[in-house]
């Protein structure tokens, strides 16, 4: 007896997101790739390396604010709804706040996806 899986038709789970702009569009955002996975944790540890330091380094700061502009550009492209987003779309739409908030709960939404297969 053969055993048949396709990949096109397992039910996956979704993080939907609403967006800040004038049509108040919709994304489902998938989980990361691998390649997207390794960044997320790397961009995750600055983060926290960052957080731990007393004084500011503002060139770090810099750095690592770009590169969260930019793995959240990434993040938002792997949405189901095949909407592309660019980078410069991602800062006009989500201030330092928002690009902190969307991070944690991507990251709580990917952790929980990986708790719940185990």
Known sequence: MAIALNFNKIKKTYMFL???DDKHTTLMIGTPNKALSDELMTLNKAMVELSKEET??????EFILNELYEVCTKILNRNKNGIKIS???VEELLDY??????FKNYVDYVNSI???KN
Request: charged residues 40%; glycine residues 0%.
């Open 97 to 102: 706040e928002d690009i902190i908030i969307f």
């Open 114 to 116: 990986t708790n719940s």
């Open 18 to 20: 609403t967006l800040a």
């Open 56 to 61: 500011e380094d503002t060139e770090e700061s």
């Open 87 to 89: 980078k410069k779309q």
